[in-house]
């Protein structure tokens, strides 16, 4: 589990495809203090660290099923040796929980359809995907790759089944995590809020 506070912004440094897809990402983490099998969510997608090292700079390894490539933005082609990524490592009993619960696993890829500058805070406006729309509520959380956010405002459906919703993002924010090189047209990975998803399922059953 996560909290959706990113604390590090890594990079991809290799990629190869053995089978799974294997990835090496390099981090200001000490990865003297990373175990073989922890979890660490990088852009919201929760992977298992199957090796680390310190050469040239710290680094750790992980492998992405071909399940999780088509679920997030993994297979829209978005990650390429060096991508940054946001990071966030796996919450420990006791720690603050200064988001929301994220499990790190993504439900669907959304898109981004506008920005525009609002103070000196950046407000982006997503494209949800027809099936994810109805979990997203104004003053809602959602982790948008690996960030917990607040929705501002949610918009109408298009033609398509999807929905607008808009975020915005303070100068911290940009300058902590990779927000701050956001462009129109980038694939998110997105995850809704898992009590919005069981209080859908409970109407459903209702």
């Known amino acids: 589990?996560?909290?959706?506070?990113?604390?590090?912004?890594?990079?991809v440094l290799e990629l190869e495809q053995r089978g799974d897809l294997r990835a090496r990402i390099g981090t200001h983490y000490d990865v003297a203090g990373i175990d073989l099998g922890a979890s660490i969510s990088c852009e919201g997608v929760c992977l298992?660290?199957?090796?680390?090292?310190?050469?040239?700079?710290?680094?750790?390894?992980v492998e992405i099923s071909a399940e999780t490539v088509n679920k997030t933005n993994i297979g829209r082609n978005t990650w390429s040796v060096g991508r940054r990524l946001n990071l966030e490592r796996a919450l420990k009993v006791g720690d603050e929980l200064g988001g929301?619960?994220?499990?790190?696993?993504?439900?669907?890829?959304a898109e981004v359809v506008a920005i525009r500058p609002e103070g000196d805070s950046l407000r982006v406006t997503f494209r949800a995907p027809e099936e994810l729309a109805r979990f997203i509520a104004p003053k809602g959380s959602v982790a948008l790759n690996g960030t917990s956010l607040t929705v501002n405002e949610v918009e109408g459906h298009d033609e398509n089944g999807g929905r607008d919703f808009g975020i915005n993002f303070i100068p911290h924010t940009q300058k902590v995590t990779t927000w701050g090189t956001v462009a129109v047209g980038d694939a998110i990975n997105l995850e809704v809020d898992t009590m919005a998803r069981y209080v859908a399922r409970l109407r459903e059953w209702a």
Not at 1 to 11: A, K, P, Q, S, Y
Not at 48 to 61: E, H, L
């Open 48 to 61: 298992t660290v199957i090796a680390t090292g310190a050469v040239p700079m710290n680094w750790f390894d």
């Open 100 to 109: 929301h619960i994220v499990s790190g696993h993504v439900d669907g890829v």
């Open 1 to 11: 589990m996560f909290t959706g506070i990113v604390t590090d912004v890594g990079e």
